[in-house]
């Protein structure tokens, strides 16, 4: 099946600093990529719904100057956190939607990125 | 306000025996429905898409149902073995958005 990969999958950063984490599909080109947060024992949060070539539409409640995000290419979609703070703490996953679309197939995940602000 | 909520936060079934975990959802007219299963610390991996139109499908030990009526789905997991074990989470498919349910962690016991 298709294979997303998500760098870092750890990282620990000071407050105030901004984080970047990378979401790549690697044997497929993604027009549309997914971004979640994931709290310990909750499901996933959509953040916003990233599109290649155009600015990513924010879920509501959502702060778009804080979760940057960058979808340059078709396989490259990219979230910074910028100025983190300790309650940015979270699990962060993307998902790419596959050629075929998404409401006929599944979404693929990457492994996820647990965000630590100390 | 729309909702997708699982029928509970952990499940402990003996091995071999049948697991069943519910998705029930309020105020959402999906056109797919999906299982997906997630590890600790780890992104979710898909299971089973289910369609509207579609009453049950199967795939190996595992069997999906889809009530849209009921607005409710049955994932089942047969002859479960402890490698099983995990977080299962539901998901609507609306053709537009995916809204995940809060999801069912599945311990097996030997």
């Known amino acids: 099946g298709a294979v997303v990969s998500q760098h870092p999958s750890r990282v620990i950063c000071k407050s105030g600093t901004s984080v970047k984490i990378e979401c790549r599909s690697l044997?497929?080109?993604?027009?549309?990529m997914f971004w979640y947060r994931q709290f310990p024992k909750q499901s996933l949060m959509l953040m916003a719904t990233s599109n290649e070539g155009s600015k990513a539409t924010y879920e509501q409640g959502v702060e778009k100057d804080k979760f940057l995000i960058n979808h340059a290419s078709l396989t490259l979609s990219t979230l910074t956190v910028t100025s983190a703070h300790p309650e940015d703490s979270s699990f962060y996953i993307c998902s790419a939607e596959t050629p075929s679309g998404v409401s006929t197939g599944e979404l693929f995940f990457g492994e996820g990125s647990r965000l630590t602000v100390l | 306000s729309q909702k997708i909520e699982q029928n509970s936060e952990a499940l402990n079934i003996q091995e071999g025996k049948t697991a069943t975990l519910t998705c029930n959802y309020t105020?959402?007219?999906?056109?797919?429905l999906q299982w997906y299963r997630q590890d600790p610390g780890r992104g979710p991996v898909f299971l089973l898409l289910?369609?509207?139109?579609?009453k049950e499908k199967r795939k190996e030990r595992l069997k999906v149902t889809f009530d849209t009526t009921l607005k409710q789905s049955l994932f089942h997991i047969t002859a479960s073995q402890p490698a099983d074990s995990a977080t299962y989470l539901c998901a609507l498919d609306t053709g537009n958005q995916f809204y995940f349910g809060t999801g069912t962690s599945l311990t097996v016991i030997p």
């Open positions: 044997d497929f080109q993604a027009t549309t």
């Open positions: 289910i369609r509207e139109n579609e």
């Open positions: 105020n959402y007219s999906p056109a797919y």
